[in-house]
């Protein structure tokens, strides 16, 4: 049955060598005589490839077939390592930062005597692409060229099962050949990535070397001369400080100029192992880290290779004078032990990684249908590649950063960090916790940096340095204090130990009276304050806001009540029961079949705010109010989603997803969110998915590659699947 097939599959060809070949001859002559039958037909032997490499081919299990992702995420490990392709076939342009500088890397293939591409830009033609399938942990691509399949897999294990897995700057890149026409083939692979990828401008030099680490494995580094650490920060910007390695058991490494090993490659020369002229101009002498492999494959042999891809950024995080490492050095004394242990993880990895997608799809389909599934897929490395857990030393204890990501490159952004919360409380709400307590020690004045403002910071700085003083703060007040609240009583209630003695609730617990003083203070009107939507700028008594207020100031009452402290629930309680009933008269006055954008015109807008009623499990809002208000979303649905209001066609799509909530029924919500797979698969705007994009042409308006994608898991949250 192939409900079980997958499991029989993992098990019959998981990788004995984890960095080497896979040779068919090492297996058992039923394997022998299963690979020989995949490889009789395409439809077979591709089924083969994706259930490897995690891709359960179970109705209703798998990425919808066809599928065409605006980009695809490759090696994407953290804000600063986030490589994609931003076209349909692998070899139509280069590989890019998720804001489309260059980070070139190469591909190409000798079959026989024949040379071909399969990664980049090159002079050899291109293989011809048969498919390419992304899932939460892979991206595979699948190419067939004179009686030979390749199958390409970046695999990024950040399974949030651990988090020492969630930390690893590493990704797998696995090369599996073999015979689709029942002959022999002579095989030579290479693959190389040139020294852009560890640069901020190509005007940089960079520098390299090589060593082989204590379990043997060969590895190349390369990075900057000058290594001038926290030297860029915000949006835009490539990490120039820290080296890029590669990593591999077997086959010939070398390090030479980019120019000279392809032409080798494509002459059939040997390579110079070593380039012994470093350094070199990084976008113009196109230094690069380079591996090439030779073997034969037959219908009964096929061959897989594999390399490690890795980053060590030495340093991660400044918060306020302290520089702060990634995680992952807690456990391993170098990024080589790391990549040494990764080598050794590597067969497990893949089976952990193919059994979490496998349980991905299942679930997301159940929850959303298979569109959902197959568009939170995509989403799951963008969210994960958005952020960086680091170990603050003085405070001895794991924290975790987000950055947002191509709208202004800031550290900790509150409001970016709220519509991606669904991912956290989804799988971890403790993660959540700790993106947020960087945030609220900024707040209570544990840094040298003092904040004296009454409302919950809107970020802490330019990525990856935390050095803001208040006076610079683009001030959110409701907007950023009604997302705390929601946010901590949300974790409270899935990770209660934050109410606990030494929890943040608990130990900031005078902080969060304060700023409740604020809110409610606030309420039910908020005047005229920026909202997260800030490029629409102010808006003068906006019900949404204020929702978020009401709802926000519910959570403080929730908090009150799990601290033990009954008169403060009870006395906020009371006023949000005053407030809603207010809101509903305000927010609707003529009693229509829509609530307003502000209070004092009419207008309409997307009420997602109000969803965090049902993640909090209260009853603040009748459920008449979310029926109406979706039938009236549905009324103005345009060919690629909702506008988010009255005013502009443009929408943001983690909000419709949280609207999509409203339906009461799975079906409910597919319907609902069918025009952002359609955007998601249609759009032309090639770029990693936008939240911000215009409803009609289904084109972007702003915004890329942002981690606030984490918004589509609420649907799952809330079906408990």
């Known amino acids: 049955p192939k409900g079980q097939f997958p499991l029989l599959a993992m098990s019959l060809f998981s990788l004995p060598d984890p960095l080497g070949c896979t040779d068919s001859s090492t297996f058992p002559s039923l394997v022998m005589m299963m690979k020989t039958m995949m490889t009789r037909s395409l439809l077979c032997a591709s089924l083969l490839v994706l259930v490897l490499y995690g891709v359960a081919f179970v109705a209703g299990s798998a990425p919808i077939s066809g599928f065409r992702p605006p980009a695809v995420p490759l090696v994407v490990m953290d804000p600063y390592m986030s ?25 190409l293939i000798r079959i026989d005597k024949e040379v071909f591409r399969w990664l980049g830009q090159s002079s050899a033609s291109p293989m011809t692409q048969k498919s390419v399938v992304v899932t939460p942990t892979s991206t595979v691509y699948t190419f067939q060229q004179a009686g030979v399949q390749l199958v390409v897999t970046f695999l990024t294990p950040m399974l949030p099962s651990s988090l020492e897995l969630m930390a690893r700057p590493i990704t797998y890149l696995t090369l599996d050949a073999s015979s689709t026409d029942g002959k022999v083939h002579s095989i030579e692979l290479y693959y190389d990535v040139t020294g852009l990828i560890a640069v901020n401008q190509g005007s940089e030099q960079v520098t390299w070397s090589r060593q082989t680490s204590p379990k043997g494995l060969n590895v190349a580094r390369i990075g900057t001369t000058a290594q001038n650490i926290f030297g860029v920060s915000g949006d835009g910007v490539g990490l120039n400080w820290g080296y890029f390695y ?262 900031y617990a005078s902080l969060l009276r304060s700023w409740a003083e604020y809110l409610k203070d606030q309420l039910p009107d908020p005047g005229n304050q920026l909202t997260t939507d800030d490029f629409a700028g102010p808006t003068p008594h906006d019900s949404n806001l204020a929702a978020k207020g009401i709802l926000g100031l519910q959570g403080y009452a929730i908090l009150c009540t799990m601290m033990g402290d009954t008169s403060g629930a009870a006395t906020y309680s009371s006023l949000v029961k005053t407030y809603a009933t207010k809101w509903l008269v ?50 103005k649905m345009n060919a690629y989603g909702v506008p988010l209001d009255v005013r502009k066609d443009y929408t943001k799509i ?68």
């Open 246 to 507: 590669l990593a591999s058991s077997s086959g010939e490494q070398a390090i030479s100029l980019a120019s000279d090993s392809r032409f080798r490659f494509l002459s059939d020369r040997p390579f110079v192992a070593n380039d012994t002229r470093p350094p070199a101009i990084s976008g113009q002498d196109y230094p690069a880290l380079v591996i090439d492999w030779k073997f034969t494959v037959s219908s009964s042999q096929s061959v897989a290779k594999s390399v490690i891809l890795a980053y060590d950024d030495v340093y991660s995080i400044e918060y306020f004078g302290e520089k702060m490492k990634a995680y992952w050095t807690r456990q391993f004394s170098s990024i080589v032990d790391l990549i040494d242990q990764a080598s050794a993880d590597y067969t497990n990895l893949q089976r952990q990684a193919a059994s979490f997608d496998q349980s991905f799809f299942s679930r997301m389909s159940t929850a959303g249908g298979d569109e959902y599934s197959t568009v939170t897929a995509l989403a799951y490395r963008q969210v994960v590649g958005g952020a960086k857990f680091v170990w603050a030393s003085s405070r001895d204890r794991v924290w975790y950063f987000m950055k947002e990501i191509s709208s202004d490159g800031d550290l900790s952004t509150m409001d970016v960090i709220f519509p991606a919360s669904s991912f956290f409380l989804y799988y971890n709400a403790s993660w959540l916790d700790l993106l947020l307590q960087p945030l609220i020690a900024y707040a209570n004045n544990e840094t040298y940096i003092k904040y004296n403002l009454a409302w919950v910071p809107h970020h802490l700085g330019p990525y990856p340095i935390g050095n803001l003083p208040p006076n610079k703060q683009e001030n959110m007040p409701v907007e950023e204090t009604g997302n705390m609240f929601l946010m901590l009583a949300a974790i409270a209630q899935r990770y209660p130990a934050i109410v606990q003695q030494g929890g943040t609730v608990s130990k």
């Open 586 to 635: 305000l927010s609707n006055p003529n009693n229509t079949d829509h609530t307003r954008l502000r209070y004092d015109q009419e207008g309409w807008s997307l009420k997602y705010n109000l969803v965090w009623q049902n993640v909090l499990k209260q009853d603040v809002f009748p459920q008449s109010l979310f029926d109406s208000e979706l039938a009236y979303y549905h009324s």
């Open 83 to 107: 490589i994609w392709s931003f076209a349909n076939q692998l070899t139509d342009t280069n590989t890019t930062l998720w804001d489309g500088d260059q980070k070139p890397m190469t591909g």
């Open 654 to 721: 983690d909000w419709e997803s949280w609207c999509a909530t409203f339906a009461p029924t799975t079906s409910g919500f597919a319907s609902f969110f069918h025009p952002l797979y359609k955007f998601a698969n249609e759009t032309t705007s090639r770029v990693p998915l936008t939240d911000w994009y215009w409803t009609t042409p289904g084109t972007k308006s702003g915004f890329q590659a942002r981690p606030v994608l984490g918004a589509f898991w609420l649907q799952a949250l809330l079906k408990g699947v």
